[in-house]
């Protein structure tokens, strides 16, 4: 478990130390610990050396190790594809923030459950920048469009984009993908009336192109947990 100490003081002194090269120094960068299949002990440990928000990809999962966390301000994250039918589970653990949203009839299933306690949620709008398949996310040509239709319902609050680079090897092949992402988000963000200020991209394998690229929220996992077994961020 020293090890998650330690990778969290050196991450955050890599984003530090990046931030005053591109002349970003003082801007608040949200870090995501990503959490999912990582022991409830190693995010205690990531919560008492500074992690404030997590991130998990399964309700189920999240379900069974949140209640679990010794600190209990932990901000929730749900980063994974939502299926409908487990709305009511995802709202139940009060997420922060919920990234990835993807259409109109996931957002109006969302916005009747939270109808029905009265309820807001923020929330970010996924965007499949890569095309592929295997991935979750409106497509990017849509991307506008479905901002704006689901910032029309009154219980979610669009907070921001979110997108997943190519993994790949080269980092570098994700660049094109965030530089037209951040485009689309200063563009919507100048037309939005308040608080669309969250650009999620990111990961342990690529976060540097994402800050060149503008991105002021990180989703890392392996590079504070060590390497998982299975599942990306899709």
Known sequence: MREISRNITQIRTKIEDYLQKLDRAGEEITLVAVTK????????IAMKNGIRH??????????RKLPMLEDQSA???????????KINQLLSLKP?????????YLAENLHKALGRTNRTQDILIQVNTTEEEQKSGVNFANAEELVWKIASYSTLRVRGLM???KLHPNPEIS???????????DKI??????????LSMGMS??????????????????AIFGERHYGDDR
């Open 175 to 185: 660049r094109p993908y965030f530089k037209q992402l951040k485009e689309l988000f």
């Open 96 to 104: 922060y923030l919920i990234q990835s949203i993807d259409s109109v």
């Open 205 to 222: 394998h690529d976060w540097q192109i994402a800050l060149q690229e503008g991105a002021n929220m990180l989703r890392i996992g392996s």
């Open 54 to 63: 997590v991130g998990e990809n399964k309700v189920q999962e999240a379900m």
């Open 37 to 44: 299949t990582h022991s409830v002990e190693s995010m205690d």
């Open 163 to 165: 997108t997943i680079g």
């Open 189 to 198: 963000r100048a037309e939005f009336p308040e608080g669309f200020d969250y």
């Open 75 to 85: 901000c929730f994250h749900f980063i994974g594809h939502l299926q409908s039918n």
